[in-house]
């Protein structure tokens, strides 16, 4: 099968559209006509090369379509299935799966991080050289094969840029306060960076029932968009953060930092920012081989807590429908997330914009 997908061949370069070659899908596999996509920081983490990852691939990650074929063997899902891609797909058997800490499944890390389907090959290639795919998935393309258990079955009336972002930045976001840090009702709460993720976890933190939520950006902008969410403070970040939050906390810091953008010193922010006997949680993904210098004396002396989050601490079959209950009951207007919708030849547009915070989540209309 011939597909439109974009290619990222080399890190540094742009995504460019290539028609490639797509494989049916085999055992334990699905073919997706994909739908919607998300414009992710953690894809252009391939393009600055933070993230390493074998080339040329398909990147990605944050995908909703419609189930086309189905391999051998593959159960739970019809033709016509609307699917949410999960991205961190679970064995269900390991020793994390069975502590219901699914997304460290160790089943699938290698092959995910390998740009390879569970088999150790692709199905997708251009001219008759592999292509990978990123995290399993290789959103970024008309049609998609992935791993049966990547998908999660959405009802017909979850609009397809919603499901999308179900399968990252909310999930991630609304994850780590529910799962991740469990926060208590009339809660204070810091969340650095109010992109995709930041104004999930702003979303998340109004839903469990905070009493304050304190957004921190660069951007005038991007804490108007916060307080639309249920911010009811906002901080640039040119301002002496810890001294801002510090005031508005009564000189204790807050309960809960959230960092959601995935750089050292916003870490190192986060544990600044909360209260003794608060908790920092980690939501963004940095760099890899980055340092954060986090104070041992501060975590003992004043009983700091620092977690890291991954994926939202998710069980996607379990959170994936709650979360689109709770945007169909209005809890989550998580549609409004959507900033601009592209087409996939738009893709090097979409990520200039992510980069210059135009946009709160940018979506490819693959449809």
Known sequence: MKVKAAILSSPTTPFKIEVVDLEPPRKGEVLVKMMAAGVCHSDW??????????????????????????????????????????????????????????????????????????????????????????????????????????????????????????????????????????????????????????????????HAGASQIIAVDKTEAKLRTARDFGATNGVLSDADITEEIRFLTEGRGVDYAFEAVGLPYLQELALAIIRPGGTAVLAGISPVGSATNLPGAILTRQEKTVKGCYYGSSVPARDFPLYADLYQSGALPLDRLISKTYRLEEINEAYEDMIEGRTARGILDLS
């Open 45 to 206: 983490h391939l393009v600055t090369g933070d993230t390493p990852h074998p080339m040329p691939v398909v990147a990605g990650h944050e995908g909703s379509g419609v189930v086309e074929s189905i391999g051998e063997g593959v159960t739970g899902l019809a033709i016509g299935d609307h699917v949410c891609l999960n991205w961190a797909p679970s064995c269900g058997t390991c020793f994390y799966c069975i502590r219901g800490q699914n997304s460290l499944c160790s089943a699938y890390v290698g092959p995910i991080w390998a740009g390879t389907m569970q088999d150790g090959s692709t199905r997708l290639s251009l001219n008759g050289t592999p292509i990978y795919h990123f995290s399993s998935l290789a959103c970024f393309a008309e049609r998609a094969v992935v791993p049966a258990v990547c998908c999660i079955p959405m009802r017909e009336s979850i609009p397809y840029g919603v499901s999308a972002l179900i399968g990252c930045a909310a999930t991630t976001g609304i994850g780590a306060v529910l799962n991740t840090a469990q926060i208590a009702a009339r809660s204070t709460v810091a969340v650095l960076g109010a992109g995709g993720v930041g104004l999930s976890v702003v979303m998340g933190a109004k």
